[in-house]
């Protein structure tokens, strides 16, 4: 993907720190807000209790009821979603996440768009369910921001909020698409090009995060930059 002053006229071109360094890449599932550190504690062992192989499981079971109303060439992973179904539970017991990204789309429309992201593409069809299921408990107990959108699990690869002269030419920016694609960029031309582009394959999810708002810088090298983990758990 070319940036702005790349040699190659013909390119798209987009500001170069409005792509996202690779450390930063990551599937949100919710945003939390919390008033003390007491509920951010609860946050924490609430995530901890998790059973995630019998979230996986459910999942799994989710997915092959779901498939069970597609058609046949919507069910490739269906071998793998019966493989969770009929794993032992505990560890070692259920396959992993495993998931490639792929594309690129608009989170507005193309011609003025402050973000473009990747999706998440799981052959086992668990990951959709597994997510909900996480969001659901987290904002039923009242961690979880209410949220009225559909889940979209996605891997933001450009963001112009992070690119500030952009910015000042263009008043605005932010993150979903409530904000309108203020701050946006013309991206026909990048999404004619980068459109059907495989990002990355065979990527193990590890774990389920609790992070800090904002990425930051993890050392003097130029461009990396992480969410700082607050909690975790892994996944199998």
């Known amino acids: 993907m070319s940036v702005t002053g790349s040699d190659d006229e013909e390119s798209p ?10 450390g930063t890449l990551h599937l949100t599932v919710g945003v939390m807000s919390f008033q003390s550190r007491e509920r951010l504690d609860a946050a924490v062992a609430f995530l901890q209790s998790f059973d995630v192989y019998g979230l996986l499981k459910r999942a799994a ?21 019966n493989e ?39 052959s086992s069809f668990r990951l959709q369910h597994f997510c909900l299921a996480l969001q659901a408990a987290f904002t039923e107990a009242g961690f979880l921001m209410p949220e009225t959108r559909s889940l979209l699990l996605h891997a933001t690869i450009v963001n112009t909020i992070y690119a500030k002269e952009h910015r000042k030419r263009t008043a605005g920016g932010g993150h979903g698409k409530q904000e309108k694609g203020r701050g946006g960029i013309d ?16 990527m193990r999810l590890e774990k389920v995060a609790i992070c800090e708002m904002g990425a930051r810088k993890v050392d ?17």
């Not at 079971?61 to 979603?81: T, V």
């Not at 990048?190 to 990002?199: P, Y």
Request: charged share 25%; net charge negative.
């Open 84 to 122: 969770v179904i009929k794993a032992p539970q505990g560890e070692g017991a259920v396959p992993p996440l495993v998931v490639s990204i792929k594309g690129l789309q608009p989170m507005h429309k193309p011609s003025s768009t402050s973000i473009l992201y990747a999706s998440p593409q799981d």
């Open 220 to 236: 003097k090298e130029e461009g990396s930059e992480e969410y700082l983990e607050v909690a975790s758990i892994d996944l199998p």
């Open 61 to 81: 079971e989710s997915a092959i009821e779901q498939s069970n109303n597609c058609p046949a060439s919507s069910r490739d992973g269906s071998h793998l979603i």
């Open 13 to 22: 071109q987009i500001p170069e720190k409005a792509i996202r360094p690779l």
């Open 187 to 202: 991206a026909t031309d990048v999404l004619e090009k980068f459109g059907e582009t495989t990002w990355a394959e065979g």
